[in-house]
């Protein structure tokens, strides 16, 4: 039997605060453990929590942000369960009635093509601490550093068919969040992890199946591999007359494989009720209006300003929309040079793949953008050619100074005299009497092939600098028709 998948993502997204949700103990990542770990955190008796004002704000801008319901009135719920890392014992969630309701979320395929998500809700919640495993020696410690962290919990419906839409959804998210400056989004340091909600029906089929949950993919690459297996597995079990479990597994990396954690809990499990210590939070509307009116240009916008203002493909407008650095960059130096597809080409292939191979980001850039809008105003005013300012471009990657300074301390001015260039072709051709002879014998497709190899001779003589524009245009006129 042919099965389909049905895949709901729920992220959770460590929301960009200075302290936690329900205290005022610091959110720095990598302190010491249990440094960062107040009364209030730690659940000693008689402490009671205090909202964190900013997180509901990030939850709010993240609701604008996906044009979603904004709960005017949402309430705090306990949710019970027991972990060693859950001081409590029990969280402090949202249930019945979120601070963002349901919303839409478009995403983009590798084909192109476009599909629009529905998001459920995305709720407030704390952060339980974490379990060490690794360095004692058989026996576990307990960091509750992480403990009261504020997150954002968005739920999509079970809308994804694969796992390359789930990590389109996945990579788009994580762009809008940084856009909207409500988080880092750093998933190698759990400031983005997600829980893959997955099962499989009968292709055509309306029904869905019994669902596994694996718990906490911290990377793009991961949860596609992690769905991956999962069908793979899920198929096997029902092809060979078995039956799904609800249950909760984890993705094991090392071993491309996921593994059962616990029989998967449905919400009558935890118990919920209105956390008794915590009044229900009332938005007025000009909060919610104030935030709207700081909403950034978002990326999907941004894709389409690109590609209507500038001329760009949807492809490169997608690319250098995905980062709100990356974009503004794009445009600063396509400010300075007034060519933008050629600002845009030098963007992606030139400086993303020399920050690619550094390890860098574009906020890390060493290079400003009105720097290399004034490379690429050398390369439209003719004074260098694309091939010598890519030199220029890594001695000033280098710190060797800007394009005018490194031109003419190397000499790297191009040649456009053409009586200088018609000397260096007629020196070609007369050196290469056999590729003369066989060009004039040749046919179109050859006599293209034949024009590179003379153009490289002239390039050679000239030491790359002369005007290749000319170079072609001489060697049309001299060459046999």
């Known amino acids: 039997m042919n099965w389909e998948p049905v895949i709901g993502l729920e992220v959770h997204l460590q929301l960009a605060t200075r302290s936690k949700i329900f205290s005022g103990s610091a959110t720095t990542f990598g302190a010491a453990p249990n440094t960062q770990a107040s009364a209030v955190d730690l659940a000693m008796p008689g402490m009671l929590p205090v909202l964190n004002e900013q997180a509901v704000r990030y939850a709010v801008l993240f609701g604008l942000g996906i044009d979603a319901e904004i709960g005017r009135r949402s309430v705090f719920d306990r949710k019970n369960y027991f972990y060693p890392d859950l001081p409590k014992g029990y ?71 694969s796992a390359e839409e789930a990590v389109a959804y996945l990579k788009a998210l994580h762009s809008l969040v940084l856009y909207l400056g409500i988080s880092d989004g750093n998933m190698a340091e759990g400031s983005m992890r997600c829980d893959i909600n997955i099962s499989l029906r009968p292709a055509g089929s309306d029904t869905l199946g019994t669902r ?14 992690a769905i991956a297996h999962e069908i793979e597995r899920q198929a096997e079990l029902l092809d060979s007359g078995g039956s799904v479990v ?58 389409q300003r690109f590609q209507d203002q500038y001329g760009l493909s949807a492809y ?28 845009a080409n030098w963007v992606q292939v030139e400086l993303l793949g020399q920050l690619n191979r550094e390890g860098l980001t574009i906020g890390d850039c060493p290079l400003a953008p009105d720097a290399l809008g004034g490379l690429l ?58 590729q003369v002879a066989q060009y004039a014998a040749a046919d179109d497709q050859k006599r293209k092939k034949l024009i590179g190899y003379f153009v490289g001779q002239v390039m050679k003589t000239s030491k790359g600098q002369a005007n290749p524009a000319l170079v072609n245009q001489l060697l049309a006129e001299k060459l046999p028709d």
């Open 377 to 434: 105003a050398r390369i439209l005013d003719e004074t260098i050619s694309g091939k010598i300012a890519k030199q220029i471009f890594e001695a000033m990657w280098q710190g060797e100074g800007d394009a005018d300074s490194i031109i003419e301390a190397r000499g790297l001015r191009q040649v456009s005299d053409s009586g200088a260039i018609a000397a260096m072709v007629d020196a070609a051709l007369a050196g290469n009497p056999e």
């Open 246 to 303: 609800q249950e909760t597994r984890l993705y094991d990396a090392e071993r491309d494989e996921t593994r059962p954690m616990r029989s998967k809990e449905v919400a009558t499990d935890y118990r919920y009720f209105p956390e008794p210590d915590l009044l229900p939070v009332v938005l007025e509307e000009s909060l919610i209006e104030e935030l709207r009116a700081t909403l950034p240009e978002l990326p999907t916008a941004k894709r």
């Open 91 to 161: 969280q402090i969630s949202q249930f019945a009635e979120p601070i963002v309701g349901r919303g839409q979320f478009e995403i983009v395929l590798g084909d192109g093509t476009s599909k629009t998500v529905g998001i459920t809700r995305a709720h407030l919640e704390e952060d339980a601490g974490k379990s060490l495993h690794e360095d004692y020696h058989g026996q576990t410690g307990i960091d509750l550093n992480r403990a009261g962290t504020p997150l954002l919990e968005i739920v999509t419906e079970p809308e994804l068919a």
């Open 316 to 343: 490169d407008a997608g690319v250098l929309a995905d980062s709100r650095a990356l974009a503004d960059y794009f445009e600063a130096v396509a400010g300075t040079c007034s060519d933008a597809k050629l600002a």
């Open 212 to 225: 596994a949950e694996i718990k906490n993919v911290n990377s793009f690459r991961f949860v596609e591999k």
